[in-house]
């Protein structure tokens, strides 16, 4: 799987099969795929000026078009799977490990002040149910499970459930099992 290129791993987890280029384009008429796409463009041509700037006026007329508010800046692991085209915010200086799921309405920010000033860490295998919330410098761990419209402003141990609004965590060996699909 090394000779992929990181578009192609983000695709794979949608069809479950290594794309061609033409095949990937074709995949592109899916918003969420046309945006993982386009963001990747724009993060792998980051230091490159004129394609640079290209690039993110392109990601920019996006972001605008589909309502997801994610930068060049974010380091995102492989296999990122958008589940539903919808409002999403993603803070340029969070980190989001492999094989991560994000539904609709997610909102991933930083915190301004107190203990917790800064962006999240995001684990591998994490599933990140629509509307749920993660601020702050808070740490998700591997195979993290976040149950739609749960709050989480603490760190979360790896092989957990999250749920609810004060959140609380329940130790899961398999958390996401059935939840990632198609890993790489």
Not at 46 to 74: A, D, S
Not at 89 to 98: E, R, S, Y
Not at 150 to 155: A, E, G, H, I
């Amino acid at each position: 799987m090394s000779g992929y290129s990181i578009i192609q791993k983000d695709f794979y987890r949608e069809s479950e099969q290594w794309l061609s280029t033409i095949q990937i384009w074709k995949k592109c008429i899916n918003p969420n795929l046309h945006f993982v796409y386009i963001l990747r463009m724009a993060q792998k041509y980051q230091k490159k000026t004129f394609l640079n700037i290209f690039w993110k006026m392109v990601l920019r007329h996006y972001q605008i078009k589909y309502g997801f508010q994610i930068y060049p800046e974010t380091k995102i692991g492989e296999g990122f799977y958008l589940g539903h085209w919808g409002s999403l915010v993603i803070n340029p200086d969070t980190i989001i490990g492999k094989n991560c799921n994000i539904a609709q309405g997610v909102t991933i920010g930083q915190q301004n002040r107190g203990k917790n000033e800064g962006s999240p860490v995001i684990g591998d295998e994490v599933w990140i149910g629509a509307n749920a919330v993660i601020v702050g410098a808070v740490t998700i761990g591997n195979n993290v499970l976040i149950v739609p419209n749960s709050y989480v402003n603490f760190d979360v141990p790896s092989n957990s459930v999250v749920l609810g609004n004060p959140a609380k965590i329940i130790p899961t060996a398999n958390a996401t099992d059935g939840y990632i699909n198609r890993k790489v």
